[in-house]
């Protein structure tokens, strides 16, 4: 699957599981992706990667759009080794790349990787930065899933990175939620929140009021598809 356009310059370039029945002891039916995406501007930015046994497979996607030495950033909005899994390979090609992440997504990532050498830029609440022309805003979002949960806002165009936060356990060739039966979308959505999110639910409204003053065009989650025509459902649920 080629790379899929979200706006100018902006890329989803994940993985998609067809073959994941089971996730955190819940049953996924419907198989799962996990979203990368990717920005091309003076720094290129890579947000989020894919489980590990899927590294090679995103390399070559990244690959027909740059050269993947060439990353400047890599955004490691959650340590959980479904989103941080291709990070060995990714440093290991993009040597001088830093790691943006939060407090706990530093130590998390030190701790579970043991790699001293990579470069880490540690960001706050609100913290912004410039890729360039366009900037990103970091919010932290702890517990939607763990501790080191954060979440980036592309100011210019408008998008969330949600990570955990409003994604569906679905594994389909369509990557937005105008192309797939909206309420399937919405019943995994629900699933999945009941399963990943909820038991953390007094935090959920802390993100929730954090994210709230953000005006999104798109919410582009780290598991499932898009949101870009019906985000208002899925923030207001
Ligand atoms: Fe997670
Ligand atoms: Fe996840």
Do not use: C
């Not at 932290?140 to 806002?153: A, E, G, K, Q």
């Amino acid at each position: 699957m080629n790379p899929v356009k979200l706006k100018e310059g902006v890329y989803w370039v994940g993985e998609i599981d067809w073959e994941l029945r089971n996730f955190h002891g819940y049953s996924t039916q419907r198989g799962s992706t996990y979203n990368a995406y990717l920005i091309l501007d003076e720094k290129i930015t890579l947000i989020d990667t894919v489980r590990s046994y899927l590294s090679d497979k995103m390399m070559k996607r990244l690959s027909s759009l740059i050269d993947p030495s060439h990353i400047h950033y890599i955004v490691s909005n959650h340590v959980e080794m479904d989103h941080s899994g291709s990070l060995p390979l990714l440093m290991k090609i993009a040597k001088n790349a830093t790691i943006i992440t939060s407090p706990h997504g530093q130590k998390g990532l030190q701790a579970h990787y043991k790699k001293n050498d990579w470069n880490f830029k540690v960001v706050k609440s609100g913290e912004t930065v410039s890729l360039g022309r366009k900037n990103i805003r970091f919010v932290l979002t702890p517990l939607i899933h763990w501790p080191d949960n954060m979440v980036s806002y592309l100011e210019e165009d408008r998008i969330l990175f949600s990570n955990d936060a409003f994604g569906q356990h679905i594994a389909s060739s369509e990557r937005f939620d105008d192309e797939y039966p909206l309420d399937i979308i919405v019943d995994e959505a629900e699933k999945y929140y009941a399963n990943i999110v909820l038991p953390y639910s007094s935090q959920v409204q802390k993100a929730m009021d954090a994210v709230a003053p953000l005006t999104m065009d798109m919410i582009a989650p780290g598991h499932g598809i898009v949101w870009r025509s019906h985000g208002k459902t899925i923030v207001e649920e």
